[in-house]
């Protein structure tokens, strides 16, 4: 149950965004340009990204809904369950391992960075844009897991929820809700 009497019980981000709308349009629109708009990486690479942050921060509504959205963009949803387990022995591209162990260490120990971090995404073929990339997704997905988990959105959503709300990530993207977006996220 949410924390504050305005948001209903089975609440998403998209309640939220919608019951907060001069405060999160912002974020919105970041979460639409950053997750759908040019990039480096497929969307379903970002998805995982998020997730992958997600799991770091032990954000159990963002993972199951951004895990549920790359299994649509054919990223297996075992494939973060893996990753959780052991980043270096997931079967994952070679080339997306240094970019989650960056993401990873930016959310785990940000004061930490170093230039090492960033030349080992170089090094597996990431152009300065994609790291950029990746840095923002990383911020993104904290700031989204610090939202719904300070309001309190429920963290024993159900699979069924979770796919639900991956499918309408796939089909619709990070469009403001309203009509035509088919329910919440």
Request: charge should be negative; charged fraction near 25%.
């Amino acid at each position: 149950m949410p924390f504050v009497s305005f948001l209903p019980d089975e609440a998403g981000m998209r309640d939220i965004i919608m019951i907060r709308p001069e405060q999160m349009g912002p974020f919105n629109h970041l979460a639409r340009v950053l997750m759908r708009g040019p990039s480096s990486f497929t969307e379903g690479e970002r998805e995982l990204i998020g997730a992958f942050v997600s799991s770091t921060n032990d954000c159990p509504f963002c993972v199951g809904t951004h895990a549920a959205a790359a299994s649509h963009f054919d990223i297996p949803e075992s494939t973060l369950q893996a990753l959780a387990s052991d980043l270096e022995t997931a079967p994952i591209d070679e080339r997306l391992k240094p970019v989650l162990r960056y993401v990873e260490k930016l959310t785990k120990t940000p004061y930490r960075m170093t230039q090492a971090d960033a030349d080992a995404v170089h090094a597996a073929g990431w152009d300065e844009s994609a790291l950029s990339d990746a840095v923002l997704i990383c911020a993104l997905f904290n700031m989204a897991n610090r939202i719904v988990d300070g309001h309190g959105v429920d963290r024993g959503t159900s699979r069924e929820k979770f796919e639900k709300a991956g499918q309408m990530l796939a089909e619709f993207g990070y469009q403001p809700p309203g009509p035509g977006t088919g329910g919440k996220v």
